[in-house]
T-cell receptor, first 110, second 114 residues
Framework: GQSLEQPSEVTAVEGAIVQINCTYQTSGFYGLSWYQQHDGGAPTFLSY????GLEETGRFSSFLSRSDSYGYLLLQELQMKDSASYFCAAAWNRDDKIIFGKGTRLHILP | SAVISQKPSRDICQRGTSLTIQCQVD?????MFWYRQQPGQSLTLIAT?????????ESGFVIDKFPISRPNLTFSTLTVSNMSPEDSSIYLC???????????FGSGTQLSVL
């Protein structure tokens, strides 16, 4: 089946670095993306990896390893406004359908 | 990018009634997606709406319960029919860029069924 696994919650300190991991079912996998969702808001796109390696966008970076069926989102210089839920999402078999993981709730401590 | 207008933003409905949610995009897109999100939960894909053909529904979702229209490349509607309290959720429309690369979301419709 098509599924992704990520931790339900992560806690970090303001100013620190946090990594949110995501593993996925391999068969037909096409690419991994990440979304941020604040309470009461809609998900917003953060990053996408189709190839192995690191993609950097400001304080956020995303990494993909196809051989390990694994990716992560790295958030640096954490700010209180980064408190949100983060979803990894993936497409399989080039059919444009995107499936979401269960989400990771990020708590940031002052 | 894409700007998506979704309405209504919220509604409170009685059991047994139906609600139609509208989604308008500021540019032409091939595929539109409808998701459902329970509070504190992940996004579950309901169906993919293709212009000029019937929507493709995911397992657990049927056309009689969630009929979808896609009359042109910028507009779609999702109807939640014969509602029950279990249908209380946030419904989100989205459009894609590239193959599995990026989704843009409407602001969502928060539905409460009494």
């Amino acid at each position: 089946g098509q599924s992704l696994e990520q931790p339900s919650e992560v806690t970090a300190v303001e100013g620190a670095i946090v990594q949110i991991n995501c593993t996925y079912q391999t068969s037909g996998f096409y690419g991994l993306s990440w979304y941020q969702q604040h309470d009461g808001g809609a998900p917003t796109f953060l990053s996408y990896n189709a190839l192995d390696g690191l993609e950097e966008t400001g304080r956020f970076s995303s990494f993909l390893s196809r051989s390990d069926s694994y990716g992560y989102l790295l958030l640096q210089e954490l700010q209180m406004k980064d408190s949100a839920s983060y979803f990894c999402a993936a497409a399989w078999n080039r059919d444009d359908k995107i499936i979401f993981g269960k989400g990771t709730r990020l708590h940031i401590l002052p | 990018s894409a700007v998506i207008s979704q309405k209504p933003s919220r509604d409170i409905c009685q059991r047994g009634t139906s609600l139609t949610i509208q989604c308008q995009v500021d540019s032409q897109v091939t595929m539109m997606f409808w998701y459902r999100q329970q509070p504190g939960q992940s996004l579950t894909l309901i169906a993919t709406a293709n212009q000029g053909s019937e929507a493709t529904y995911e397992s657990g979702f049927v056309i009689d319960k969630f009929p979808i229209s896609r009359p042109n490349l910028t507009f779609s509607t999702l109807t939640v029919s014969n509602m029950s309290p279990e249908d209380s959720s946030i419904y989100l429309c989205s459009v894609g860029k590239g193959t599995g690369e990026k989704l843009f979301f409407g602001s969502g419709t928060q539905l409460s069924v009494l």
